[in-house]
């Protein structure tokens, strides 16, 4: 279908975008990568009277090391995450995710800021986000302010980011030396997760001495794995702590039951993927 007509503006600053969005009110739609938003267009599940893109502000792409942290534009795309020195060597998690992200085409164009913005509880950066610990910066018409991943997602397609705000940046600890893995089930026809599993540890001398284990699409919004990583913190890194562990996955979820699998089998997958994205993680 063909989207419903719209004004389009590009600024070249965020005070010009959030001039942009303060003028528009709430007849405005943010366009980043367009890779979710295009399609809501096309369907006509949205009409904005005007799209703001945020393309041509190159503060907000880019990838940076602040002391502890690691700082990626909003605008940066999965393509770019994927291929960073920087995330590759202190946030291994997010680059293990971002590659199973549909295909290349879409990596390309989609960027992780529009990613977590759109919230979707299939969507893979959620979880792996959650699990690092990151702080998102949002710009709003009062300056910035930051906001913690655990209170970011609020429920399904819905986060933190008010409709005169912008998301300009995410903040990620560095984990530097954690192995990582993200182990997801989707249908054959399409990458979106049905269950995934973002797994970080810290391994020494084959002891566990932190984990960070996130869920995706185990409820309205991505979760942290509390009693798994309980599990497995100080005890060996061998198959019966992780096989212990894994059985603790489904702790405090609330899965959805649609067309793809009901709360009973992701339940079950949660508990069966979670078992294997540690035992990658750990290396065994
Ligand atoms: C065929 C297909 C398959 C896909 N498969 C997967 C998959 O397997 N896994 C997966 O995780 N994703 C998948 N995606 C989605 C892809 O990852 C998108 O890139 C991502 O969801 C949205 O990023 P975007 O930059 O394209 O955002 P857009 O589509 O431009 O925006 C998405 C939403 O976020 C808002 N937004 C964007 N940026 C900001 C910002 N900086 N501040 C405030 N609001 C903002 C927009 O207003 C919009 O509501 C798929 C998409 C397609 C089309």
């Not at 946030?91 to 995710?97: D, M």
């Not at 995410?170 to 192995?179: A, D, Q, V």
């Amino acid at each position: 279908m063909i989207p419903p007509t719209f004004d389009y503006t590009a600024p070249e600053t965020i005070e010009d975008a959030l001039r942009a969005l303060a003028e528009a009110g709430e007849d405005a739609k943010i366009i980043a990568g367009g890779q979710s938003l295009m399609p809501v267009l096309r369907l006509r599940m949205n009409d904005p009277n005007v799209v703001i893109d945020l393309g041509r502000i190159p503060e907000l792409r880019g990838i940076r090391e602040e002391g502890d942290n690691l700082v990626i534009g909003a605008m940066t795309t999965h393509y770019d995450v994927i291929h960073d020195p920087l995330v590759r060597a202190h946030a291994a998690l997010l680059v293990e995710a971002a590659t199973t992200v549909a295909d290349p085409q879409i990596r390309h164009r989609g960027t992780l800021g529009g990613a977590v913005a759109h919230a979707d509880p299939a969507g893979d950066l959620s979880a792996p986000v959650l699990a690092l610990g990151a702080t998102m910066t949002i710009a709003g018409p009062n300056g910035r302010r930051e906001v913690a991943a655990q209170d970011f997602f609020q429920d399904l397609f819905t986060t933190a980011i008010e409709p005169d705000e912008i998301l300009a940046a995410i903040t990620i600890p560095k984990h530097t030396g954690w192995s990582a893995h993200y182990e997801k089930f989707n249908l054959t026809a399409q990458a979106w997760s049905v269950v995934a599993v973002a797994a970080a540890l810290k391994v020494s001398g084959g002891k566990i001495e932190q984990a960070r284990v996130a869920l995706t699409n185990m409820a309205n919004v991505p979760l942290r794995a509390a009693g798994v990583e309980e599990s497995l913190i100080g005890r060996n890194a061998d198959a019966e702590t992780i096989r212990a562990a894994a059985a603790r996955a489904a702790e405090g979820t609330d899965p959805n039951s649609d067309g793809d699998a009901d709360a009973g089998y992701r339940t079950h997958l949660a508990q069966v993927l979670t078992g294997r994205a540690v035992a990658a993680a750990a290396g065994l």
